[in-house]
């Protein structure tokens, strides 16, 4: 069974203190993983998407990374507007998959 | 804003009833998803539709079902509720069918008392 396990749960941070969020994932053939951004009371936003080993996005003070076992999305010099729960998904295999999520980690940037 | 419309924005309902949950996807995309989410269990798959046909399926209850309309909007019909079915349903669409690049709506807050 696919499964995505993101760490930590929560974690603030003061402005500008540089940290990453772990996803790590087991799937039968990963097809691609996905990076979402989920404000409260609205949907997931996504944001990258990641399709092999080493590969690399960026997107302002976020980058997001990818190894065999684990996707991580580091947020560089962050600010208040960075508040939000970040998901990470998975799809797997060939055909017709659905997308996988973990739980998500909600990130809180003090000012 | 995402262009995907879900209505109604929360629904408060009695254990036993029947609800249905709307959704209108983004112009263009052919492919809706619905998905449930708890605090416990963190977004949840349910069904995929594909220009009026069933691509995927999830864990999605036997009380639950959906359908694609010609027009492309979908329904999400809920029976039999229990309390927990309390949850965020959120529909997303995307232009093709096997991609995980979704755009979701504001969700469907349903409460069962």
């Known amino acids: 069974e696919d499964q995505v396990t993101q760490s930590p749960e929560a974690l603030r941070l003061q402005e500008g203190e540089s940290s990453s969020l772990n996803c790590s994932y087991t799937v039968s053939g990963l097809r691609g993983l996905f990076w979402y951004r989920q404000d409260p009371g609205k949907g997931p936003e996504f944001l990258f998407t990641?399709?092999?080993a080493g590969e690399e996005k960026e997107k302002e003070r976020l980058k997001a990374t990818l190894t065999k076992k684990e996707s991580f999305l580091h947020i560089t010099a962050p600010k208040p507007e960075d508040s939000a729960t970040y998901l990470c998904?998975?799809?797997?295999?060939?055909?017709?998959?659905?997308?996988?999520f973990g739980k998500g980690t909600r990130l809180s940037v003090i000012a | 804003d995402s262009g995907v419309t879900q209505t109604p924005k929360h629904l408060i309902t009695a254990t036993g009833q029947r609800v249905t949950l709307r959704c209108s996807p983004r112009?263009?995309?052919?492919?809706v998803y619905w998905y449930q989410q708890s605090l416990d269990q963190g977004l949840q798959f349910l069904i995929q539709y594909y220009n009026g046909e069933e691509r995927a399926k999830g864990n999605i209850l036997e009380r639950f079902s959906a359908q694609q309309f010609p027009d492309l909007h979908s329904e999400l019909n809920l029976s039999s509720l229990e309390l927990g079915d309390s949850a965020l349903y959120f529909c997303a669409s995307s232009v093709r069918s096997n991609t995980g690049e979704l755009f979701f709506g504001e969700g469907s807050r349903l409460t069962v008392l």
């Open positions: 998904a998975v799809q797997a295999g060939s055909g017709n998959t659905p997308l996988v």
């Open positions: 112009s263009g995309d052919l492919s």
């Open positions: 990641l399709y092999s």
